[in-house]
């Protein structure tokens, strides 16, 4: 098998240069996606028969979720192939999704505390979906925290990588916590296998909300990445011909 | 794939199966003692423990719901479909807290078989319907009970 597409991808040149060129579109698109699902969400869709407009927070709370999920088995691929192939492009992203993965854990977390007051009754409960969560967030800060704990930086890659692959089986037990036990969180509204348990015109801006969320992980990790690959390549001759353009541009422009 | 690197992808491997399996074995063996609340049954055959603070669940029966008219005391029952329990709670209740739907109680259980409750969380499903549609649904599952009825 020709491994050489894998390879080219792991060298942090063809990152930057590949994303310099994905980035407006992504921004564009992200950008369209969240005013255009939050605009739909918040004014147009219909309230809900029981909570009335209270229930507008899924269009924050379901998508951040999703994403610090989905996040967490990005940042785990991404640390696995670090320790396989020793990529360290790999590493970066590793280390870039952990911070955005913490904060999306605690806008799903503050988001359904801010949910749960007017519904449940609580801003908080210790029920299996809400505490799984929590130590999602926990694990995230672990991955984050352990990058910084070694002097070799090889260290801190190896030891927050095993970390984030350990921490995958709480992945699952997050999903399926509110079918294994009886918990105050109500199951899933959507499943892959069946339609959701939502009106159209309530699901489709929610749906939107969902692709601008992921456009937007993207965007944030593409762009944290860059300032990564410039950071840890500053002595590399492509990364210092490139500022030298930028500073010479910058002082066209003042000039 | 390089010697190395196939080493390599059998520790992660390793690492991924050994965490899943110690995560297996603690949720077999935590199993039901991880329930955020009991069912009625529960309670009323003694599985639940008693004389201690515990969280009780169901469906709140229709037409259970008595408020003291001179404060904030609240009687009603919560059924699984086998067996009901009484709350009583003197409080606010939540604003999704009605008869028909599910909610959960905390407190401890009296001699006489009442859950004295210092909290009543409500709990909702996962669905959700605009108003109208909510009403029209009603309206023919209502319609849709009478003919029944009718025709018995």
């Given amino acids: 098998m020709n491994w050489n597409w894998f390879y080219r991808m792991g060298s942090p040149r063809w990152f930057y240069e590949t994303t310099s060129r994905w980035l407006p579109w992504l921004g564009a698109l992200t950008f369209i996606l969240l005013v255009g699902g939050l605009v739909w969400g918040l004014a147009f869709a219909p309230q809900d028969a029981k909570q009335g407009n209270s229930f507008r927070i899924i269009y924050l709370h379901v998508p951040a979720s999703f994403l610090a999920l989905a996040g967490y088995f990005l940042m785990a691929a991404a640390g696995a192939i670090g320790l396989i192939w020793k990529m360290k492009l790999s590493y970066m992203v590793m280390k870039c999704a952990a911070p955005l993965g913490a ?5 799903a977390l503050f988001t359904g505390a801010v949910w749960g007051k007017p519904t449940w ?9 809400v505490t799984s969560m929590l130590i999602l967030l926990f694990l995230y800060l672990g991955v984050l925290a352990l990058q910084y704990a070694f002097n070799s930086k090889d260290v ?8 984030a692959l350990v921490g995958t089986v709480n992945i699952p037990i997050i999903y399926k916590s509110v079918d294994w036990w009886f918990t105050l969180h109500q199951p899933a509204t959507i499943t892959f296998t069946q339609a959701p348990s939502m009106h159209p015109a309530m699901f489709q801006p929610l749906l939107v909300m969902i692709l601008g969320f992921y456009c937007f992980y993207a965007v944030a990790l593409i762009l944290s990445v860059r300032v990564e690959i410039l950071a840890r390549e500053r002595k590399t001759s492509w990364v210092r011909e490139r500022v ?5 541009n910058s002082l066209g422009a003042t000039l | 794939m390089h ?14 199966a050994a965490s899943a399996v110690a995560a297996g ?23 639940a423990p008693e004389g201690t603070f515990i969280r009780a669940g169901g469906m709140v029966v229709e037409g259970s719901v008595r408020r003291d008219p001179n404060s904030l005391a609240v009687d009603f029952e919560v059924t699984d479909g086998s067996a009901i329990l009484g709350v009583r709670y003197t409080g606010i209740l939540p604003d999704l807290f009605a008869e028909n739907e599910a909610a959960i109680a905390a407190g401890k259980v009296d001699q006489n078989r009442v859950l004295q409750a210092s909290e009543v969380l409500a709990k909702h499903d996962e669905k959700y319907t605009p108003p109208e549609v909510a009403e029209s649904m009603n309206a023919a599952y209502k319609a849709k009970q009478k003919r029944k009825a009718d025709k018995l």
């Fill in chain 1, 156 to 163: 801190g890659n190896k030891a927050s990588a095993i970390l």
């Fill in chain 2, 25 to 47: 074995l603690i949720i077999y063996k935590l199993g039901q003692n991880a329930n955020f609340f009991y069912t009625p049954s529960q309670v009323l055959s003694g599985e």
């Fill in chain 1, 121 to 129: 009754g609580s801003y908080w409960v210790w029920d299996a979906r």
């Fill in chain 2, 3 to 16: 010697p190395m690197r196939k080493q390599r992808l059998q520790i992660v491997v390793m690492i991924i």
């Fill in chain 1, 244 to 248: 030298k353009q930028a500073a010479q």
């Fill in chain 1, 103 to 107: 904060v999306l854990t605690f806008l």
